[in-house]
Nanobody
Framework: QVQLVESGGGLVQPGGSLRLSCAAS???????MGWYRQAPGKERELVAT???????KYADSVKGRFTISSDNTKSTVYLQMNSLTPEDTAVYYC?????????WGQGTQVTVSS
């Protein structure tokens, strides 16, 4: 059973930065890695994705502030988050799509507050 282990969440002041990481418990083929988030009372939404070829996609709300990257040899995906605002407060989930299905991380809390 593949597990995704997330790290890097926490409390940060507005304007600050955080870097999230998500690693698979074993080496697997992954077509697309992504980050999603869910704020209280809201639906889960796409934040960013990256394919094995390096193509990226971002939600409009994070463009220019967040950067997704990956290390395919380590089955790991990262999310560098800069210029954070309170609206970025949410539980962040990583997702690995291997074509026939996908895996989800357990979620990591990101709180942006002064």
């Amino acid at each position: 059973q593949v597990q995704l282990v997330e790290s890097g969440g926490g409390l940060v002041q507005p304007g600050g930065s955080l870097r999230l990481s998500c690693a698979a418990s074993q080496s697997i083929y992954i077509h697309t890695m992504g980050w999603y988030r869910q704020a209280p009372g809201k639906e889960r939404e796409l934040v960013a994705t990256i394919t094995t070829g390096g193509s990226t996609k971002y939600a409009d709300s994070v463009k220019g502030r967040f950067t997704i990257s990956s290390d395919n040899t380590k089955s790991t995906v990262y999310l560098q988050m800069n210029s954070l605002t309170p609206e970025d407060t949410a539980v962040y989930y990583c997702n690995f799509d291997y074509g026939k299905g996908d895996y989800w991380g357990q979620g990591t809390q990101v709180t942006v507050s002064s």
